[in-house]
């Protein structure tokens, strides 16, 4: 199922069908969808990255202090490192990806795949790419930080 358009997050990558992977909730789960969007574009036109969880019945899940499950911040953080990893690449496309190919990745995860893809759905997707690429520049000395403080536990923990 894809995520609505309609709403003030504009999603740019897509794991659709995230239900069929969600967990110990695969295949009942109401997580349809996961995404990174823009949200809250200034007078400027610059725009802040941020990630959503969408429920079913394509309504969006409310409130700033929604629960997360483990498993799912953590396939959040492989939606965010496998897009950064093609936003690092995606000046060699006119577009920032290539719409003959709009899926970037399927990763496997429990006997399935979680697909990251270009939300081609989106009415506005080149302009939307553009804005959020430049979002992941002026952040990448943010973003960076933390994922090397990532990188550092997860290997420290072995893995």
């Known amino acids: 199922m894809k995520p609505p358009v309609a709403f003030n997050h504009n999603a740019v990558v897509v794991s659709e069908n995230y239900e069929r992977i969600d967990g110990r909730f695969a295949r009942r789960s109401a997580a349809i969808s996961?995404?990174?969007?823009?949200?809250?574009?200034?007078?400027?036109?610059?725009?802040?990255?941020?990630?959503?969880?969408?429920?079913?019945?394509?309504?969006?899940?409310?409130?700033p202090s929604e629960e997360l499950p483990l498993h799912r911040i953590l396939d959040l953080s492989l939606l965010i490192c496998r897009s950064l990893a093609h936003?690092?690449?995606?000046?060699?496309?006119?577009?920032?990806?290539?719409?003959?190919?709009?899926?970037?990745d399927r990763i496997g995860l429990q006997g399935n795949a979680m697909t990251v893809a270009i939300?081609?759905?989106?009415?506005?997707?080149?302009?939307?790419?553009?804005?959020?690429?430049?979002?992941?520049?002026?952040?990448?000395?943010?973003?960076?930080?933390?994922?090397?403080?990532?990188?550092?536990?997860?290997?420290?923990?072995?893995?």
């Open 87 to 104: 936003f690092r690449e995606a000046y060699k496309y006119e577009h920032l990806y290539d719409p003959q190919r709009p899926v970037i």
């Open 34 to 63: 996961l995404s990174l969007g823009l949200t809250r574009r200034d007078e400027r036109g610059k725009a802040d990255v941020s990630a959503k969880v969408w429920g079913s019945g394509g309504e969006p899940w409310s409130g």
């Open 119 to 159: 939300n081609t759905d989106n009415v506005g997707i080149h302009e939307d790419l553009k804005l959020f690429s430049q979002a992941l520049n002026d952040n990448d000395e943010l973003i960076g930080e933390r994922l090397r403080a990532l990188s550092k536990i997860l290997k420290d923990m072995g893995y």
